[in-house]
Structure formats: structure tokens, C-alpha cells
């Protein structure tokens, strides 16, 4: 009987592996951030939209916590968003002295704007630079990455 592990690459291999998966990330990443036209939104920004169109409605302070930032970073970040127009913000009906952040309307047409491009641009690239055995191989490494993701 075999384990997953019995067919396992050399040890010495892992480690090369590794770095070229993270650095074909990191190029994609900024590939698809090309595509997105997010324009003048910085990545901690992006982030945080993000966040908010994920998580719903949230306080500065717990934006801070769940991004990793410092509270007076986040503020800065918040503010820069706000007078952007992408979110607004409302008195926390439980505490008045917190602000419940939200995106705007147009933030969310927005973002789902940007999403269509990254993906209608992933999908033209596959068609036009991969055949039909190469999208299969595709479809199984996707399945494989989302393990590593868990």
C-alpha cells in the first residue's frame, strides 16, 4: 500500500521547488495586478477592500488586528479610502466611539470591475498559450495548490 509520501521528490528538490512556486506567485500576483486597473490604491489599500468586501462592515481597530498593522498605519489607510470615496464610515450603533467602516457602492462595482478583467485576462492567456492537455495539467495543479492553501 502506498502513502502519498512514498512516491515523494528527492529532499534536495523540495527546497527549489519551493522558491520557484514563490517567485512564479509573486509574478503572477503582480500579472493579475496589472490587469485589475486598480490605478492608485496601494497593496495594504487593495487589502483592506478586500477585507471589507469578504468580511462586511468593520472598525478601524479590528481591520488593524486582522491585516497585521499598527492602529495608527491603518487609520492613515482608512482615511486615505475614505477621501478616495471607497468606504464610509457610520458611528458603531454599540460604541459611539468606534466608526463602522463600509464599502461604497461604487468601491463594490468597482472591485468586481477589477475582478472581471484579472480573470477574463487569466482566461484569454490560458486559451492562447496552452493546448488542451496542458489546461488538464492545469486543472490538477489548481487541485494541488489548493491543498497547499489549506
Known amino acids: 500500500m502506498t502513502t502519498p509520501h512514498d512516491d515523494s521528490p528527492d529532499h534536495e528538490q523540495v527546497p527549489q521547488l519551493a522558491s520557484e512556486l514563490r517567485i512564479l506567485i509573486g ?16 497593496m495594504s489599500q ?8 469578504r468580511d462586511g462592515p468593520a472598525t478601524a481597530s479590528s481591520l ?18 475614505t477621501e478616495a470615496q471607497l468606504v464610509t464610515g457610520a458611528p458603531d450603533p454599540a460604541d459611539g466611539r468606534q466608526t463602522i467602516l463600509t464599502l461604497t457602492d461604487s468601491c463594490r462595482a468597482w472591485i468586481a470591475a477589477s475582478r472581471a478583467a484579472r480573470e477574463d485576462w487569466l ?12 489546461v ?7 487541485a494541488l495548490l489548493k491543498r497547499l492553501a489549506q
Open 27 to 42: 509574478k503572477l500576483r503582480r500579472r493579475l495586478r496589472e490587469e485589475s486597473h486598480l490605478g492608485d490604491v496601494t
Open 46 to 53: 487593495a487589502s483592506v477592500l478586500s477585507r471589507l468586501e
Open 64 to 81: 488593524a488586528r486582522a491585516e497585521g498593522m499598527r492602529p495608527q498605519s491603518m487609520a492613515a489607510t482608512v482615511l486615505a479610502l
Open 123 to 134: 482566461a484569454r492567456t490560458i486559451e492562447a498559450r496552452l493546448a488542451p492537455a496542458e
Open 136 to 142: 488538464a495539467e492545469l486543472e490538477r495543479a489548481v
